[in-house]
């Protein structure tokens, strides 16, 4: 079995996906070559118009999950970014 699909919730969330992207096709064969990139580099953002990260685990390099791991990283270890805008 999948990853997810022994969990009711996560396999009811993935057929609501599966279900959500056959709509988009029937809509637009062409929508995963014509769909612009998502501003955050959110893959299912790109596709699905949503993000859903506690059923993503597709990719390792997600900006999303990056800038979360390091903005907690930041956090736990007291580190304060500051911007220079003379730069």
């Keep these: 079995m ?11 969330d993935i057929l609501a996906l599966m279900e959500l992207s ?4 029937m809509e637009n064969p062409n929508h ?5 990139k998502s501003s955050d ?4 953002m790109q ?4 993000q859903r990260c ?3 685990d597709l990719d390792v390099n997600c900006p999303v999950k990056l800038e979360k791991l390091w903005q907690e990283y930041c956090e736990e270890n007291n580190i304060i970014v500051e911007k220079n805008s003379d730069a």
């Design 47 to 50: 596709i699905y118009g949503l």
């Design 2 to 12: 999948s990853w997810g699909m022994e969990d009711p919730k996560k396999r009811k």
């Design 41 to 44: 580099g959110c893959w299912m």
């Design 32 to 36: 995963v070559n014509e769909v612009k």
């Design 54 to 56: 506690d059923i993503c």
């Design 22 to 25: 056959t709509q988009k096709m």
